[in-house]
């Protein structure tokens, strides 16, 4: 298939690791120009260097506006626009619904929510004007069935979806898409780290909860970075022109609901 993404320029989020890189990785893989960020410069060119492809290395908490303006200045000189934006950070803590601290909700809700907005409301006039533009929302199986025990994720990421489907109406007709993908559970540090948490809270072995969530899954297994990578590559691509405003699940058949 072809593409039709050589020569088009990316900014992914939350991208030194896990499904970011592996977004970045797949992107850079079709001939597009990428600038990664994450917390730190070491880990986002450690990264670049690993994916090679002339993939540039960028600072960025999405928990702080003031990070979210100076990469969208920076980025925008290094590579003259963005045609391809992935919104993507860190999880949240896990944690029951009840007890969550209002200062907890706030931060969560910037870093997940109100930052990646700023961003994309920067990046939308220069889509618009150049009539091909792809926001891509990294969000969670939570939204369309809660996950016990992740209560900021289940309730934060709707807020995404709901912006991202309003948004998509507004610029269908310029080009630019909006969509979110749902990863179910995808093998990175943020799985291992859940998967540890889970084990503590339920006195038994990592190897036993990893076991009992992979039974849980049809495809018997946690997917790879490289696949949820390649669901990015197709809504990205020329070929999606048509999607707009969905979410598209990778999730080994996992979640149930139609
Ligand atoms: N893996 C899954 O199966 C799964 C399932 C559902 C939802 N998700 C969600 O998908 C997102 C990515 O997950 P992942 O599995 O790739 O996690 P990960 O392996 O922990 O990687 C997270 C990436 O985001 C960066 N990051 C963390 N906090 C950040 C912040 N405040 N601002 C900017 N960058 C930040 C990290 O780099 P630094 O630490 O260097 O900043 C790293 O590059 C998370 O929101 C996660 O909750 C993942």
Redesign the pocket.
């Known amino acids: 298939m072809d593409t039709g993404l050589t020569g088009k320029r990316a900014l992914v ?9 592996g977004i970045a990785q797949g992107l850079a893989d079709e001939g597009v120009r990428v600038a990664i ?4 410069m070491d ?1 986002s060119k450690a ?1 670049a260097e690993k994916i090679g492809k002339g993939v540039l290395p960028f600072i ?4 702080k506006a003031d990070q979210v303006d100076a990469l969208v200045r920076d980025v925008t000189a290094a590579l003259g626009g963005v045609d391809i934006l992935i919104l ?5 803590p896990p944690g029951k619904a009840q007890g969550v601290s209002s200062d907890q909700w706030r931060n969560s809700f910037e ?2 929510f109100v930052n990646l907005v700023r961003i994309a409301d920067q990046m939308l006039p220069g889509m618009i004007e150049r009539k091909f533009g792809r926001i891509i929302s ?5 939204v369309i069935q809660p996950i016990p025990n992740l209560a900021i ?1 289940n309730a934060i990421r709707p807020a995404l979806v709901g912006w991202g489907k309003t948004l998509a109406a507004e610029v269908a007709s310029s080009g630019v898409t909006v969509n979110a993908i749902a ?4 093998a ?4 291992k ?1 859940l998967d540890a948490a889970n084990a503590e809270r339920t006195g038994r072995s990592i190897e036993d909860v990893a076991t009992a969530a992979r039974g849980g899954i049809p495809a018997g297994r ?2 790879e ?1 490289e696949e949820f990578g390649a669901a990015a590559v197709f809504l990205a691509s020329e070929k999606a022109s048509f999607m707009t405003g969905s979410i598209l699940r990778v999730d080994g058949g996992q979640i149930s609901a139609t």
């Open positions: 989020l939350g991208a030194s690791k896990g499904l970011g890189f960020a994450s917390r730190t880990g990264a960025c908490d999405t928990g993507n950070s860190g999880g949240p870093a997940m990294v969000i969670s199986s939570g994720s990863p179910g559970r995808i990175t540090d943020r799985l780290q946690y997917g970075i």
